[in-house]
């Protein structure tokens, strides 16, 4: 990683605490499918309205997903789908470590 500046590191750091809340994972995978509303959101995660309110502001002030006004209505959709590449490299590692671990204790019986 190259030097970073302490600015970039907060920046860099306050995006990833947006990233730290499994709602908005699950909120960020549903919006993977494509733009959808608060009330399709809610549906789709069954999660309550407030929320996933709260959670989508979050993400829209991380720069993850934007917001369109249509009438009464909000839709939100990814701002930038690069938060996946991340995202999967991570569930890859992470499975790798899951392989691994049932790989020992396989060998260990």
Known sequence: MKTMSP???????ERFKALGEPARLQLLAALREGEHSVTELVEVTGLGQANVSKHLQQLCTAGFISRR??????????ADDEVFALCDTMCGRIE???????AALRLTR
Request: hydrophobic share 45%; glycine share 4%.
């Open 69 to 78: 006004k249509e009438g009464t209505f909000a839709y939100y959709a990814l």
């Open 96 to 102: 790798a470590e899951h392989q691994a671990k049932r």
């Open 7 to 13: 600015t970039l590191i907060a920046e860099l750091a």
